[in-house]
């Protein structure tokens, strides 16, 4: 099947109409040819809204699926842990991280987060996302303090937990999506 869309294939109807007026046709010949190009046409159409109808409901399904996901309670024990896993030494003393201290667990994050975010599965990004979320909190208290190459080293690590967060996001997302 052709995979042009919808307007190419408007066009191509179009020109299809301007090539029969201009060569010696009868007008049977050229409403018969119009009339395969409408049904190619209309064809593609209904394919189109086929798959959006299928990845509609899918997104829907990943959408509610994290839904549910999020609206359970993280347990306390477990982040503990988590947050031991991801800050190290940093992990019991996040409120009180000064200006002096706070990128060395912003880089204790991302070091943690780069080695093991090919295993995490949806749950441990929400654990990892919970410590981020502390350590954004400690940095909004310091931030005032905090020397400026310090602060743009920090924005960096920010954007690439970001990053890393959203590619997997993105990544389940198309698995969700694939035509079954």
């Known amino acids: 099947m052709n995979h042009l869309s919808f307007t190419g294939r408007l066009g191509l109807?179009?020109?299809?109409?301007?090539?029969?007026?201009?060569?010696?046709?009868?007008p049977r010949e050229r409403q018969a040819a119009v009339r395969q190009e409408l049904t190619k046409l209309d064809t593609a159409a209904r394919?189109?809204?086929?798959?959006?109808?299928?990845?509609?409901?899918?997104?829907?399904?990943f959408d509610s699926a994290n839904h549910a996901r999020r609206a359970v309670p993280l347990d306390a024990s477990r982040q503990k842990r988590v947050d031991q896993e991801l800050l190290g030494s940093y992990a019991s003393k996040v409120s009180t991280l000064t200006p002096a201290t706070i990128a060395g667990a912003y880089?204790?994050?991302?070091?943690?987060?780069?080695?093991?975010?090919?295993?995490?599965q949806l749950r441990d990004w929400d654990y990892a996302q919970a410590a981020y979320q502390r350590l954004n909190a400690q940095l909004a208290r310091v931030r005032l303090d905090l020397p400026a190459r310090e602060e743009v080293r920090i924005r960096a690590?920010?954007?690439?937990?970001?990053?890393l967060r959203a590619s997997r996001t993105a990544k389940d997302l198309r698995t969700a999506t694939k035509k079954p």
Do not use: I, K
């Not at 690590?157 to 990053?163: K, P, S």
């Open 13 to 26: 109807v179009a020109l299809a109409l301007l090539e029969l007026a201009g060569c010696d046709s009868t």
């Open 47 to 61: 394919a189109s809204g086929r798959t959006l109808r299928r990845v509609g409901r899918q997104v829907a399904r």
């Open 107 to 120: 880089g204790q994050l991302l070091r943690a987060t780069r080695a093991h975010r090919a295993t995490w």
């Open 157 to 163: 690590w920010q954007a690439e937990f970001t990053a």
